[in-house]
């Protein structure tokens, strides 16, 4: 079956510094992949998403990076975090015209 | 905005009620899918309805989509404790590979 894996489950981080969350995901070849943030009490804001190795698309211009090195890896990365940056980031995998499937989130607060 | 919107916001009922979502969307879809989050959790995949369908179940969930209308509804049946959750419904629009979501409905049951 497939699994989903994200980490870290909670972060904190200064104002400043980099960040880097991993996604891996287990029991599917060539998923599209999903990074997401969530507000408080809100619904889900789409920041990357990626139909293949090395192809990345963009949703929301910010100071947030995703790369793709492998195939069922997803890296959601920054070099400086920004305090608006704080918020529940959930990624997800998708095969064909299906539903998506959530790791358990990261909950990252910039202090 | 393309996005779905949830209603109502929020929904208080008694354990053993009935619960009914709505969601409206504004251009045309691929397919609907309705989601649960629990809080400080990943989102669970629960129904996906596809643009040439009205109607599917799953256990004492119901969906239905009108397309004329550009709505769909989540009926939850003999609602119990557990189903205190957000719902969001999202969709998939045409000639898109991603989700947009809603800000859900914040549904509480109360025993």
């Known amino acids: 079956s497939q699994t989903i894996h994200q980490w870290p489950a909670t972060l904190v981080q200064p104002v400043g510094s980099p960040l880097s969350l991993e996604c891996t995901v287990e029991?599917?070849?060539?998923?599209?992949l999903y990074w997401y943030r969530q507000a408080a009490g809100r619904g889900l804001q789409l920041l990357f998403y990626s139909v293949g190795i090395g192809q990345i698309s963009s949703e929301v211009p910010q100071n947030l990076s995703a790369s793709r090195p492998q195939d069922r890896q997803f890296i959601l990365s920054s070099k400086k975090l920004l305090l608006s940056d704080s918020g529940f980031y959930l990624c997800?995998?998708?095969?064909?015209?299906?539903?998506?499937?959530f790791g358990p989130g990261t909950r990252l607060t910039v202090l | 905005s393309q996005q779905g919107e949830e209603d109502p916001q929020a929904l208080s009922i008694q354990e053993g009620e009935n619960a009914t979502m709505n969601c409206s969307y504004k251009t045309s879809i691929n397919n609907l899918q309705w989601y649960r989050q629990n809080s400080g959790r990943g989102l669970v995949h629960l129904i996906l309805?596809?643009?040439?369908?009205r109607e599917k179940h799953s256990g004492r969930l119901r969906v239905t989509l009108d397309t004329s209308k550009k709505s769909s509804s989540l009926l939850i049946t003999a609602s119990r404790a557990a189903d205190t959750a957000s719902y969001f419904c999202?969709?998939?629009?045409?000639?898109?590979?991603?989700?947009?979501f809603g800000q859900g409905t914040r549904l509480t049951i109360n025993p």
């Open positions: 029991g599917t070849s060539n998923p599209n």
């Open positions: 309805i596809r643009s040439n369908e």
């Open positions: 999202a969709t998939v629009f045409q000639g898109a590979q991603k989700l947009v």
């Open positions: 997800a995998w998708s095969v064909l015209d299906a539903g998506q499937y």
